[in-house]
């Protein structure tokens, strides 16, 4: 069966300083990794997406993300963050006509 | 990229009457749409799986006559909350999924749903 998991719950970055949030995956065949954000109350923006190719993937905001296959992993990482960027970030797994799954989700704080 | 637009975005209801939830692809025709549910903190739950023209896949522990579905058209999902219960108030997020691009999905906006 599918899942994901996001080991941190919350995480907390100085403005300025790099980020990586971590996510580790579980999946029979070639996953398809999703990494979403969402601010309170709303619903969800799409960062990244890795569905096959190079396997470090840039996305929206300057996020970046890895996909490791012999850690089944997907890492989202960001050189500098931003007071912008504090909000609730999801890591999902899906792949071709199935449904998505989403892990339990990482909350980042910034410190100004 | 794609839109898909879910209204109302807040809805509150008294207990024992039903509320629907609408969920459109605006510019694209999906052939599956996914409705889920988050508890706040909380990670989304998939509720259920709706193709076009077809019953709605329940997940486990979710009560089909609870929440109805209906995917009428490849622009169009419903979730009908019946009977609605306080423990039913939540934020619910829809999901559509591209005709000709069968893995990724494009999420609504929410539907926060406060039942007094």
């Known amino acids: 069966a599918q899942s994901v998991t996001q080991p941190d719950i919350h995480i907390t970055v100085s403005e300025g300083a790099s980020l990586e949030l971590r996510c580790n995956y579980s999946y029979g065949a070639t996953p398809y990794l999703f990494w979403y954000v969402q601010s309170p109350g709303q619903g969800l923006q799409l960062l990244l997406k890795?569905?096959?190719?190079?396997?470090l993937v840039q996305g929206i905001k300057g996020f970046e993300a890895e996909f490791k296959r012999s850690q089944s992993s997907f890492n989202l990482r960001k050189p500098s963050v931003h007071w912008s960027d504090a909000a609730e970030y999801f890591c999902?797994?899906?792949?071709?006509?199935?449904?998505?799954?989403f892990g339990k989700g990482t909350r980042l704080h910034i410190l100004p | 990229g794609a839109v898909v637009s879910q209204h109302p975005s807040w809805v509150i209801c008294k207990s024992g009457t039903s509320v629907k939830i609408e969920c459109r692809s605006l510019d694209f025709q999906a052939t599956t749409m996914f409705w889920y549910r988050q508890f706040p903190k909380q990670s989304l739950m998939l509720m259920a799986t709706s193709n076009e023209g077809s019953k709605a896949t329940y997940e486990q522990g979710v009560e089909k006559d609870k929440f109805l579905i209906n995917h009428a058209s490849l622009t169009l999902s419903t979730l009908t909350v019946t009977s609605a219960h306080p423990e039913d108030s939540s934020f619910y997020i829809c999901?559509?999924?591209?005709?000709?691009?069968?893995?990724?999905?494009?999420f609504g906006q929410g539907t926060r749903l406060t039942v007094v």
């Open positions: 999901s559509a999924r591209v005709r000709q691009s069968n893995t990724e999905a494009f």
């Open positions: 890795y569905f096959s190719g190079d396997t």
């Open positions: 999902a797994v899906g792949a071709v006509n199935d449904k998505i799954i």
